[in-house]
């Protein structure tokens, strides 16, 4: 037996792992029942969240890049009332914890969401201020400080779950974000999400996607993502999941290493489904061959 555990605490949260998956690339777990194993995933973030219903984007709304993928999904989902009458009761069985990213419009918006999930079933939320495919509220939010700091706080004052601010790449310098958040009482924060990019079909001559821009994930922004984590950690004390590009148990320690507390795993469930699985599976033989026990003990321990 194993002597090594993967066993974390997060922003209070107690974990299996400190392997998550990223919102909008795992569904709601139930379309990965056949290739996750619930037991050793740390939280399921579930895809965005609005108050109303949304239909998403028109047009192509995905497309394969050399090294990920550009998406204008435009948050697509069925709506918060929704979520908490049919979704959360059907996959609380997975004994996961579930937290749930939410998108609004308005700073109110992002308070009414957060009030609706503060019951049993959500463990945390996740603030998506940065999401780059949707026209109204989104990455307006999470790209100006006191914006941003007027959502955190909506959100705060309307629950008592603890609430994640997912940090946008798409800014001058992500530390004087991650110290708003902080300022703000943000419990954590995650980055990163989707960096704004296009794809042009040389025949046609117009875009490939229906939205025109669209956010770049994958193993493209990994070295933007990393570096990202390793700045936010030093200018802010706040428990980080670090995410953009893990493929694998290598790229998942690089962030571990660089100071996130836990990851997410996003564009590689769309290339392999079981990629949680293995990342756990591997993350649990590199620390026994570096005879740690604990995964804590490998958290910020870049050398420089
Ligand atoms: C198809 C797709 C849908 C996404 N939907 C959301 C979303 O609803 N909310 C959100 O905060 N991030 C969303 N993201 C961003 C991911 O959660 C993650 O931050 C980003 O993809 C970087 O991680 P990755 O390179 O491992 O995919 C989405 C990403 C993809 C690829």
């Not at 009414?112 to 495919?133: F, Q, R, Y």
């Not at 310098?173 to 703000?184: S, W």
């Amino acid at each position: 037996m194993s002597s090594v555990s993967l066993k974390t605490e997060f922003a209070g949260i107690k974990l299996n792992s400190p392997i998550m998956t990223a919102s909008g690339t795992f569904g709601f777990g139930e379309e990965f029942e056949d290739f996750a194993d619930f037991s050793t995933l740390g939280a399921i973030v579930v895809k965005g969240t609005t108050l109303e219903p949304r239909n998403g984007n028109r047009g192509i709304r995905i497309a394969e890049t050399p090294a990920g993928m550009l998406n204008c999904i435009g948050l697509e989902n069925p709506g918060v009332q929704f979520l908490v009458n049919e979704i959360l009761p059907r996959i609380g069985k997975y004994n996961c914890p579930i937290i749930v990213n939410i998108s609004g419009n308005t700073v109110e918006e992002y308070g009414e969401l957060a009030k609706i999930l503060d019951i049993d079933g959500v463990k945390a939320i996740e603030l998506n201020v940065s999401c780059p495919n949707v026209k109204e509220g989104g990455i307006a939010f999470g790209v100006e400080p006191k914006s941003m700091a007027a959502v955190i706080k909506a959100a705060k004052k309307n629950t008592g779950k603890p609430v994640i601010i997912k940090l946008s790449p798409n800014v001058t310098d992500i530390a004087v974000m991650a110290k708003a958040a902080e300022n703000a009482g943000a419990d954590a924060v995650s980055l990163i999400n989707t960096l704004i990019g296009m794809a042009i079909d040389i025949n046609t001559c117009k875009p490939v996607l229906g939205n025109i821009t669209g956010g770049l994930s994958g193993p493209a922004v990994k070295p933007v993502a990393l570096r990202m984590v390793w700045q936010v950690r030093k200018a802010i004390s706040l428990p980080i999941i670090g995410m953009g590009g893990i493929m694998n148990a290598q790229d998942a320690i690089e962030f571990f290493l660089a100071g996130a507390d836990a990851v997410a795993i996003g564009t590689a469930n769309f290339v392999e489904p079981d990629s949680t699985v293995k990342i756990y599976r591997d993350l649990k033989k590199y620390l026994e061959q570096k005879n740690l026990t604990d995964i804590r003990d490998l958290i910020g321990k870049l050398r420089t």
